[in-house]
């Protein structure tokens, strides 16, 4: 990643820290992916070779940036998906300042229903957002993913409670191989073959 990308993560990820250490609603939070979990996905993108991926949970658009700057070394694009307005329109800033708009297709509304809407095929689908309607999401998208396909979900270790029909959704689908990898707050990574 070039330094003034890293440089606007940096900044992305300060500007997150000091709102929601302000902010006590947990909806209104921007809950900004950890770094450390962002270098982690973009590095498997890469190995990946994946050229479209889904995300659900755009926030303001730390995630975003580490999956476009991956796709647009190939001419790929992420499908991003938000339900708030103020925070899409911070995303739209921060990947505009990067240069990476055009490797961005922004949806705005609830996940699970633009997730049906949608047509793919996508290699990858990375999950940030509501864990609970995860495991909905994941089976309108399974149809919807090329082969092999890598599935990816944040929050696997921090909210155990709540990822658990998930993970448990993914370890039950046809010869997937999958991990938690203790980085950040724990990054679910399944291979679809």
Not at 5 to 26: C, F, M, N, P, W
Not at 52 to 70: H, M, P, R
Not at 78 to 99: F, H, L, M, S, Y
Request: charged share 25%.
């Amino acid at each position: 990643m070039d330094p003034s990308t890293l440089g606007v993560l940096k900044r992305i990820e300060a500007e997150g820290l000091e709102y929601d250490d302000q902010e006590s609603e947990h909806g209104r939070k921007w809950l900004n992916l950890e770094p450390e979990t962002g270098h982690l996905l973009s590095v498997l993108l890469r190995l990946s070779r994946v050229h479209d991926v889904l995300e659900i949970g755009t926030s303001t658009g730390y995630s975003t940036i580490c999956i476009a700057s991956v796709l647009q070394e190939h001419g790929g694009q992420v499908t991003t998906i938000e339900r708030d307005p103020v925070k899409q329109a911070r995303a739209k800033e921060n990947v505009a300042e990067v240069g990476l708009s055009a490797h961005v297709d922004w949806k705005l509304g609830e996940a699970t229903d633009i997730v049906a809407t949608l047509s793919g095929p996508y290699d990858c689908v990375f999950f940030d957002a509501d864990r609970i309607s995860a495991p909905a999401q994941l089976d309108l998208i399974l149809p919807k993913l090329s082969r092999p396909a890598l599935v990816l979900a944040d929050n696997a270790l921090s909210h155990p409670e709540q990822i658990q029909g998930y993970l448990r959704r993914v370890d039950e689908l046809p010869g997937v191989a999958h991990i938690v990898i203790p980085t950040g707050k724990g990054l679910s990574v399944a291979h679809l073959p």
